[in-house]
């Protein structure tokens, strides 16, 4: 198993269903979660703004675990700043963006629909995605900001019939049209996915990315550990660790910023088993 850090980064809480799919299928390796609260919310700032932040957030993270593999867990960062990242950024990088494709394949028919936020629905990426694979069906839009701070301040302590409003509300537009998937073009919305499938009607698939991400992490590494001659592929899934090298399964939570932030994500932290560790410091200048 390779020793060093799989290392998650979100704006906010959003990637941790992200890494619980890849901790399920992985569980002997270690993670990291670095929730970007000092830039929170990367979808309602502008494309360049976006890439410097993560940018300068991945970088530190990268100082601070030195992690193997880096997962950006967050669809803003992904579709705006990913290039920009793997021209900067030494390690493998695995992005999540709008799952259209697994969305056209799975269905022989009808209109889609992409909930993200604003930065996402109205970027390019997002349109090449719908050129290049949505086989030429409709494909509806919805930027919905608002469930993206509901889902990241209100979700440790909102009750059921909360959350159900709140997902009711912002796809309202979207219920009166005859759509037959909806992609969760944000990991924050990944939260919520109990919401929506009860919200939406029946019939209608709710797509999201954490399958294509996770096959793509395992991939990865066992490339990585086929390349170095260290042991056999097929152990990846087992969950064998090093000598020396924390249980199965450890995983801590770091907040980039978040001051006054540390209950709600010791909140997060416990739901998903992660240790917390509270606000990353920064390394001082010329370190």
Known sequence: MVSKPLLFYDSGAGGLPYLKAVRDRLPG??????????????????????????????????????????????????VIALQTLRERIPVPLVGVVPAVKPAALSLKGGKLAVVSTRQTATGPYLERLIQEFADGREVIKVPVADLVSFAEYDYPTAGTEQRL????????????????????????????????RTVLADGIALIDSREGVTNRVLSLLADRIVESGSTDAGSIEAGSTEAGSPSPGYAELYLNGG??????????????????????????RGA
């Open 29 to 78: 390796a270690r993670y990291v979660y670095l929730a970007d609260r000092k830039n929170f919310p990367l979808g309602e700032k502008s494309a360049e703004v976006v890439r410097q932040v993560v940018l300068e957030s991945v970088s530190l993270g990268m100082q601070r675990f030195d992690p193997c593999l880096i997962v950006i867990a967050c669809n803003t960062a992904s």
């Open 165 to 196: 409003a709140a997902v009711r509300r912002e796809l309202a537009p979207l219920l009166e049209e005859e759509v037959r998937a909806v992609v969760l073009g944000c990991t924050h919305f990944v939260l919520l996915e109990k919401e929506f």
């Open 259 to 284: 001051i006054g932030e540390e209950k709600r994500y010791r909140a997060f932290a416990d739901v998903f088993d992660l240790q917390y560790r509270g606000p990353l410091e920064e390394p001082p």
